[in-house]
């Protein structure tokens, strides 16, 4: 009998010492065994149908999927040096829905819940007002100042390049520039290829569907390019402090940089949650004065953003509040909304279909030359090369999801409100000078 009590004491111990061994093992800030249990309630949820078409449902399938690709994506050797996480989020969603393998109750939820309840509009909308109101005021007035100039020579040189690869491969200088290098730098889908779309059928007498699967391709592809640079710049980054602000844009002094430490304070969870209703205001004001501004809402949100920041009228807790919020959502909802961006806005037979030599080098030579054009411009500017590459990279991505996509990457969400500009500027230029340019050109 005591050897039967001793032997139950026994394996009771290993059992326990092997639990303790995997809770060390952690996917995302979750021990191994219960991401396991959390895991398998999802699956089993959407395998039978139960689970939630709604924000429930969507951010949980999301996130479970958003925490295990970006942690496999921070672990694997050359992946993770080239923006893995970032890269998997995107990309394994897409190939799981493309083959069937993600079911058609996940696909829902994860469709009401990123465009439903607007995810992709509030994650922005927390990242720009967040991180503007945690900016020191002169470092922010100087950004927004300079970072036109590397924007502006990124685009013609990656219009020069691009070109120019398309015409040493018999793609040829019409085709090249209006159906690759434009939507490359466009601005994303609903703001620059739909609108680029409208736009051809109009001046050339077709559907604008037709244009849609043509322009696609070339800007999925060059995001892809503009994720990996941005995984690129982050380990330069690593290899040449002297080259990184580690998220801070402009050069600036000593006296400067104790102030932007000042930014670690407590948290107060009331204030965050005035962050976070700021941060619904800015954009809902946004909207309401787009109805008499011919400017998109969220660049209305940057610049009324920016400029309560530049005159120092919010009061500093409510700068504090909405600061830790910006730094909650971006730490544990980025992972989560790229998967988001995967299955809805990535169709993996379009990224498929692009994929031939000629269309390969085009598309690099545009994504590289506007990197390597915000780097050294950058340089000269007095910003730091590394800040300024991403920035100008986020001008050849997929609008909103691009910027979160690149960003994260190169682990600089703080120059989420400097890329909106980027990419939303430029994309306004592009699309307007593109129309213009194609009805000279008929």
């Not at 037709?210 to 995001?223: D, E, Y």
Request: aromatic share 8%.
């Amino acid at each position: 009998m005591e050897d039967v009590v001793v032997q139950r004491s026994e394996s009771k111990r290993n059992v326990t010492g092997i639990i303790n061994v995997l809770m060390q093992y952690k996917i995302g800030p979750l021990p191994l065994p219960v991401y396991v249990i959390l895991a398998g309630i999802i699956i089993s949820a959407a395998v039978y149908g139960k689970l939630p078409a709604d924000m429930i449902g969507g951010m949980a399938i999301m996130m479970i999927l958003g925490m295990l690709l970006g942690d496999v994506g921070l672990k694997v050797p050359v992946l993770k040096e080239i923006g893995g996480p970032a890269i998997l989020s995107i990309f394994v969603p897409s190939c799981l829905v493309f083959y069937h393998i993600l079911d058609g109750g996940s696909v829902q939820a994860i469709d009401a819940f990123m465009k439903g309840s607007n995810f992709l509009y509030f994650y922005i909308s927390c990242l720009v007002v967040g991180s503007i109101l945690g900016m020191v005021r002169k470092v922010l007035i100087q950004g927004f100042l300079r970072m036109f100039v590397p924007l502006i020579v990124g685009t013609a040189t990656a219009i020069t390049a691009g070109v120019g690869v398309g015409i040493l491969t018999g793609v040829g200088a019409y085709k090249t520039f209006f159906y690759i290098v434009v939507p490359i730098i466009s601005g994303g889908v609903g703001e620059g290829i739909l609108p680029l779309s409208v736009a051809y059928s109009e001046i050339l007498g077709s559907s604008p569907d037709q244009f849609i699967s043509m322009l696609v391709p070339a800007a999925m592809l060059g995001n892809v390019f503009a994720i990996i640079s941005a995984g690129i710049l982050k380990k330069l980054g690593e290899m040449k402090p002297n080259l990184t602000g580690n998220g801070t844009l402009v050069k600036y002094g000593d006296d400067d940089m104790q102030d932007m430490q000042n930014n670690d304070k407590p948290v107060n969870f009331s204030l965050m949650g005035a962050g976070l209703i700021l941060a619904c205001s800015f954009y809902i004001a946004g909207r309401l004065l787009n109805m008499v501004i011919p400017i998109p809402a969220p660049i209305i949100m940057i610049i009324g953003a920016a400029l309560i920041k530049a005159l120092g009228i919010m009061p500093e807790q409510l700068e504090q509040g909405a600061f830790h919020l910006y730094k909650f959502v971006s730490t544990n909802l980025t992972w989560a909304l790229l998967v988001g961006i995967g299955v809805l806005y990535t169709p993996w037979d379009q990224v498929i279909a692009a994929i031939t030599p000629a269309y390969v080098l085009i598309v690099l030579a545009v994504v590289l030359s506007m990197v390597l054009s915000g780097f050294f411009v950058g340089r000269l500017m007095n910003m730091y090369p590394i800040e300024s590459a991403c920035v100008t990279a986020c001008h050849s991505g997929l609008g909103g999801t691009g910027d979160v996509a690149i960003l994260s990457s190169c682990n600089r969400m703080e120059l989420m409100p400097f890329s909106q500009i980027s990419t939303r500027i430029g994309g306004v230029g592009t699309v307007v000078a593109a129309a213009i340019l194609m009805r000279i050109f008929l």
